[in-house]
T-cell receptor, first 115, second 111 residues
């Protein structure tokens, strides 16, 4: 158990809908990262938040957004869902996420199925 | 940006034998190289990592080697056991940069 929690475990929804995925980092970790894992794209970095502020952006679609709250938990919002958004979404956390790349610990993931 | 290639994509070894997975990276500024193990239905779990000021690191049956000149790094698992069966991912990043992952290696340990 990495100490990172994600809810829900599974999510089934329809095209065009909007969903919110939630992540709680390990105690003491300030950075939260979101990744998408699909069969054809592997593990793709989406976005990073550090202590409430957006720190880095990867291949995140405009239909997707995220935020990190004062208690450091984070939410990933996916809207106007398409079939191709079906994937595993992982959250990871690290102590810093600043100048030095520190170890990222992954949560168990949320499996999103768009029908 | 960084590009990480990982080989082989699948690997089967007899229990007790060694397994080696290799990765190459493109960005010479990358200085952090973690390896993750992912079991079915679970998130990636860090098993070992190495920074560019070190050439080799070992943790019991697992070792990682780094060749900065050639820009490649490898994972070595000795005395493999059935519980080593999983998908393994390498990754690379520069200082404070995002992790770029390889495409994964499905390792199967044959009893």
């Amino acid at each position: 158990d990495s100490g990172v929690t994600q809810t829900p475990k599974h999510l089934i929804t329809a095209t065009g809908q909007r969903v919110t995925l939630r992540c709680s980092p390990r105690s003491g970790d300030l950075s939260v990262y979101w990744y998408q894992q699909s069969l054809d794209q592997g593990l793709q970095f989406l976005i990073q938040y550090y202590n409430g502020e957006e720190r880095a952006k990867g291949n995140i679609l405009e239909r997707f957004s995220a935020q990190q709250f004062p208690d450091l938990h984070s939410e990933l919002n996916l809207s106007s869902l398409e079939l191709g958004d079906s994937a595993l979404y992982f959250c990871a956390s690290s102590v810093l996420g600043g100048v030095i790349t520190d170890t990222q610990y992954f949560g168990p993931g949320t499996r999103l199925t768009v029908l | 940006g960084e590009n990480v290639e990982q080989h082989p994509s699948t690997l089967s070894v007899q229990e007790g034998d060694s397994a080696v997975i290799k990765c190459t990276y493109s960005d010479s500024a990358s200085n952090y190289f973690p390896w993750y193990k992912q079991e079915l239905g679970k998130g990636p779990q860090l098993i070992i990592d190495i920074r560019s000021n070190v050439g080799e690191k070992k943790d019991q049956r697992i070792a990682v080697t780094l060749n900065k000149t050639a820009k490649h790094f490898s994972l070595h698992i000795t005395e493999t056991q059935p519980e080593d069966s999983a998908v393994y991912f390498c990754a690379a990043s520069g200082a404070g940069e995002k992790l770029t992952f390889g495409t994964g290696t499905r390792l199967t340990i044959i009893p």
